[in-house]
């Protein structure tokens, strides 16, 4: 084949490799941040925009392991991705499981999602204390993000608009070792939770137009799972390793 204007072909090439290094530098992680309860991370990715749009690798595994401050994600290995939707007004959870242990990593796709984690180790300093992280995502957004749940925690979300969401799980679904612990009970201690989102999980919760199932609506109290046996499964020595 005869180039018939190898300039030209010079010049696409120059932009190809100018945008395949822009997407280098761009398509990575920027911050991992601690929570209040330090377990939990929120791990940050830029995207790259362009009149098109953007473009985004939601989860790379070389950049996690390139990362030092995540290191409780260095050995684990994702073995499900679940995708669910959530109409405005929805609270789920708060979900756990054992054998296997299940951690997650989630995300929101479109819509805002109050992510909330409650530590359920037994003889950890945060034991019964929840936390809440407001995770809202659009396509205007310049960067989206993470937020890691290891085992050891139970998880719900709270819902102010029509949501949908992404999560990878360290473990497949067991039916048998999950159970729940109501968002509503009255012995979770909030007081390491943003006051602000506090308010606006009291607000939706007390609401009359808030979506729970019965199921979490009813679930246990925290001293209710303390007494079962089955939460001898989450010892804080135990799951630091």
Request: with cysteine; charged share 20%; aromatic share 10%.
């Amino acid at each position: 084949m005869i180039l018939s204007n190898p300039s030209r072909l010079n010049t696409q090439t120059s932009s190809l490799r100018q945008r395949v290094s822009e997407y280098e530098e761009t398509l990575k992680i920027t911050t991992v941040q601690d929570l209040a309860i330090e377990a939990v991370k929120v791990i940050t990715f830029a995207r790259f925009t362009d009149v098109r749009g953007y473009f985004t690798e939601t989860y790379r595994k070389t950049d996690v392991l390139a990362r030092a401050d995540l290191g409780s994600l260095q050995d684990v290995s994702f073995v499900q991705c679940n995708e669910s939707y959530s109409r405005a007004g929805t609270i789920r959870g708060l979900h756990f499981q054992w054998n296997p242990y299940m951690g997650k990593l989630v995300r929101t796709i479109q819509g805002r999602m109050l992510d909330l984690v409650l530590d359920i180790r037994k003889g950890s300093p945060t034991f019964g204390y929840i936390i809440a992280h407001d995770m809202p995502s659009n396509q205007e957004n310049v960067a989206g993000q993470w937020i890691w749940v290891p085992p050891g925690f139970a998880h719900g979300n709270l819902f102010t608009e029509d949501t949908a969401i992404e999560y990878f799980c360290t473990g497949e679904y067991s039916q048998g070792c999950e159970a729940g612990i109501s968002p509503l009970a009255t012995d979770i201690n909030w007081s390491l939770c943003d006051p602000s989102l506090k308010k606006l999980f009291d607000e939706i919760a007390n609401g009359t137009t808030v979506i729970i199932t019965d199921k979490d609506r009813n679930g246990l109290t925290l001293s209710q799972w303390t007494w079962d046996k089955n939460s001898d499964n989450f010892i804080h020595e135990r799951m630091l390793g």
